[in-house]
Nanobody, 115 residues
Framework: QVQLVESGGGLVQAGGSLRLSCAAS????????MGWYRQAPGKQREFVAH???????NYADSVKGRFTISRDNAKNTVYLQMNSLKPEDTAVYYC?????????WGQGTQVTVSS
């Protein structure tokens, strides 16, 4: 089992920045990738970014050039630095961890971008 705890959401004006954190605990040795998804009201959950064990990253086109995912292996923590935020980035952001058998999810953190 893997437990994920997110933090760092909040309210920010358009053009501002926020940094999300996701701390993993439990069977962290089994994790192949960690990342972020988001779900806006009335919409399906969508992929935002992920980082693999060896450090390679991938981003949704909508956030490329604005968001950066990184990790601190010593702290079992993944970060999502979000710059140049837009109102359409408003959503609940969920941390995700994958191993060969399961997807694990955090409880979500609200990000609200005002225009």
């Amino acid at each position: 089992q893997v437990q994920l705890v997110e933090s760092g959401g909040g309210l920010v004006q358009a053009g501002g920045s926020l940094r999300l954190s996701c701390a993993a605990s439990g069977s962290v040795f089994s994790i192949n990738a960690m990342g972020w998804y988001r779900q806006a009201p009335g919409k399906q959950r969508e992929f935002v970014a992920h980082i693999l064990t060896r450090g390679s990253t991938n981003y949704a086109d909508s956030v490329k050039g604005r968001f950066t995912i990184s990790r601190d292996n010593a702290k079992n923590t993944v970060y999502l630095q979000m710059n140049s935020l837009k109102p359409e980035d408003t959503a609940v952001y969920y941390c995700n961890a994958k191993n060969v058998l399961h997807d694990y999810w955090g409880q979500g953190t609200q990000v609200t971008v005002s225009s």
